[in-house]
């Protein structure tokens, strides 16, 4: 099973994007809504191919790590 991550990225102007990595189907709206719902305003959303993949036995971990 891959590992399932989320991207997040904060730009010098404070703009927010996050991005599914390994979470198949439908679940990953449910974990992007999420985070709109912690972040307040969304201003857009785009489907990965991942979302048409079937989704497969689900183990959840979030890992943070910080791009400089």
Not at 8 to 21: A, M, P
Not at 38 to 67: A, M, N, P
Request: hydrophobic letters at 30%; charged letters at 35%.
């Amino acid at each position: 099973m891959a590992q399932e991550e989320l991207e997040i990225e904060i730009d010098k102007f404070g703009k927010v994007t996050v991005k599914t990595v390994g979470i198949k189907g439908p679940r990953c709206l449910d974990v992007a809504e999420s985070f709109a719902q912690i972040l307040g305003q969304e201003e857009s959303r785009e489907l990965t191919s991942e979302y048409y993949e079937t989704e497969q036995q689900v183990r959840s971990h979030i890992d943070v790590k910080r791009k400089y």
